[in-house]
């Protein structure tokens, strides 16, 4: 097994930390986001409405969607790794299950059927009709329900902003997050190993705690590898006996 490294950079800003933890395998992209939610989930107790850029340059005029990784399945994947008494099998099923949604929400996203660019044209469009942009003619129509529903409310509060950084030209950087209730991520993976660059706004207002959440990534990168260690090999001998 190739040992392969987790760099965790944290930036509270304007207060720059820097973490480093080792791991002795590499993840996938559709997992390293499973890594993001189950901190997420062991920091502040939800898995949030969570932002992942998706790109749609397949399409003459693509530019780019957004990926949702927050599924029924990630939800119960964060569930059973933060249940002491889930076997790794159990775990390590759950994440599978996760990270095939993940995979096909992905390919959806770049074959422009996400949901995220549209809902805005139309709320956009919504609101020039009803009139309550200043500026633009009104037409008296009311503005959809569904733009005014709690759920499209916390659908648009993005708490976890995320993107890929994997190019070998960039020695560092970062996502910023969107709001001062949010985390930005910039991860990837490169020759040394994975890299998770955390940045959050260290301001009145914030809701976010970065050392917990820095910590628990560490703790889930850890944890991810036990449960693949620890199933992977059970999962062979089966094969083997088939």
Not at 31 to 40: G, N
Not at 175 to 199: C, D, L, Q
Request: net charge positive; proline share 8%; aromatic share 8%.
């Amino acid at each position: 097994m190739k040992p392969c490294c987790a760099f965790v950079f944290s930036r509270s800003l304007p207060s720059p930390t820097h973490l480093f933890c080792a791991l002795p395998r590499p993840l996938p992209f559709p997992r390293r986001h499973r890594i993001l939610q189950l901190a997420h989930w062991r920091a502040h107790g939800t898995t949030p409405s969570t932002y992942e850029s998706a790109s749609t340059a397949g399409f003459k005029h693509g530019r780019t969607e957004v990926i949702r990784p927050v599924t029924v399945e990630s939800v119960e994947m964060c569930k059973l790794f933060s249940d002491p008494s889930a076997s790794h099998a159990a775990r390590f099923a759950a994440l599978g299950k996760a990270t095939a949604t993940h995979r096909k929400t992905t390919v959806d996203c770049m074959m422009g059927k996400g949901v995220d660019r549209h809902l805005y044209a139309l709320h956009k469009w919504s609101e020039r009709l009803a009139g309550t942009k200043p500026g633009l003619p009104a037409s008296g129509a009311p503005p959809p329900s569904l733009f005014a529903d709690p759920a499209y409310g916390l659908f648009k509060d993005i708490r976890l902003s995320t993107s890929t950084l994997a190019s070998p030209a960039l020695a560092g950087g970062g996502f910023g997050p969107v709001s001062r209730t949010s985390y930005g991520v910039g991860y990837g993976i490169e020759e040394r190993g994975a890299h998770f660059h955390v940045m959050n706004y260290k301001t009145p207002g914030s809701t976010t705690d970065n050392a917990a959440f820095v910590g628990a990534v560490e703790q889930a990168l850890r944890d991810f590898h036990a449960t693949i260690a620890a199933a992977a090999p059970a999962k062979k001998e089966k094969a083997e006996k088939a």
